[in-house]
């Protein structure tokens, strides 16, 4: 498994990670057998950097997690990274009620977060939104106190704007900015990205295949659960659909010219962009099932030169996507769109 680090102040992690979201929420029901062996075989497979947020599934996910990793070997859960987001609060009936950034609440979020992954300290710890209630400043201040009481080791920044990562750089070092790249989410290459290479801030990518939409395996007449969120997700509805999924099927035909899949080179794209921009890029997959994880390390082999990348610039241009990545609530909350 080839290595990243995660700027000039972060650790050293695997060069794809794995996002344990979905095994909890928002992506309807997950196998949680299933999900434990597919957290187990990334290790196996070299992948160190485990991401989750102590809201997915209301501490489900960091529960799963707890469980999978007392599971693991010795050296497995000596290898591990644990990347953390904090302050999305819920209610109970797990509806959305803001963000919560204050010096107290951090150090709150992250009691739980330890009891739950049931580790020591966490590797990386970021609010998941910015609380516009609080300074930067405060809430990163807090984290900043948690490392040196040895709880958290890293901090980062999660969705937030070239400002925002500069005024949170200036209280103390940031590791990584996490924030949706994809060959359809390409908003960061204009000011974040450059900023954050600037600053010697690294790239954690999560949404690298947009929900799946862009993985290959999605199709038009799939029926979505009641409480997959990609039900209400804007690229997922009607003409957006239909124009989101033409683009994939462009794409397809570079794949197969490259023998590889879809997400294989969508994955792979993501991280060739880490050489185009000089900047630590690594990306999150989603996979929940081991035949899913299977395939996107397989984009580790793949090998994209100049002439495949503009073949790929060519299938998905930038800006083709058709509608926003959230509903617009959500995206009122995305400093980083601001």
């Not at 609380?131 to 984290?143: F, R, Y």
């Not at 060519?314 to 509903?327: F, H, I, L, M």
Request: net charge negative.
């Amino acid at each position: 498994m080839r290595t990243r680090t995660l700027g000039t102040t972060g650790p050293q992690v695997s060069a794809l990670g794995l996002g344990c979201m979905g095994m909890s929420a928002l992506y309807g029901e997950a196998d949680r057998a299933e999900s434990i062996a597919t957290i187990h075989a990334a290790l196996d497979a070299g992948i160190t950097l485990l991401d989750t947020g102590d809201f997915y599934g209301m501490g489900h996910n960091e529960l799963l997690i707890g469980e999978a990793l007392r599971g693991a070997s010795a050296s497995a859960r000596e290898k591990a990274l644990t990347s953390v987001k904090f302050g999305a609060l819920r209610d109970p009936d797990g509806d959305w009620a803001g963000y919560d950034g204050r010096p107290a609440a951090v150090k709150n979020f992250a009691a739980y977060s330890l009891q739950r992954l049931g580790v020591d300290h966490v590797d990386v710890y970021r609010i998941a939104r910015l609380d516009e209630n609080v300074p930067v400043e405060e809430t990163v201040g807090a984290i900043a106190e948690l490392v040196e009481a040895g709880h958290v080791r890293h901090i980062g920044m999660s969705e937030v704007g070239a400002d925002t990562l500069r005024r949170a750089a200036a209280v103390a070092p940031i590791s990584d900015l996490q924030i949706e790249y994809s060959l359809i989410s390409r908003g960061i290459e204009d000011e974040i990205l450059p900023t954050a290479k600037e600053l010697g801030i690294g790239i954690t990518a999560y949404g690298v295949l947009s929900r799946g939409l862009i993985s290959g395996h999605f199709t038009r007449d799939r029926q979505l659960a009641a409480n997959d969120f990609r039900g209400m997700s804007p690229r997922f509805q009607g003409e957006n659909l239909d124009r989101n999924l033409d683009l994939v099927e462009a794409l397809r035909k570079v794949a197969e010219h490259q023998g590889v899949s879809v997400a294989q080179i969508a994955i792979a794209w993501v991280m060739a962009q880490g050489e185009r921009f000089g900047a630590d890029i690594v990306p999150l997959v989603g996979a929940r099932r081991r035949d899913r994880l299977a395939e996107a390390l397989g984009a580790l082999d793949v090998t994209l030169d100049a002439r495949d990348l503009a073949a790929i610039e060519a299938a998905v241009p930038a800006g083709a996507a058709a509608g926003e990545r959230y509903p617009a609530a959500q995206m009122a909350h995305l400093d980083s769109e601001h």
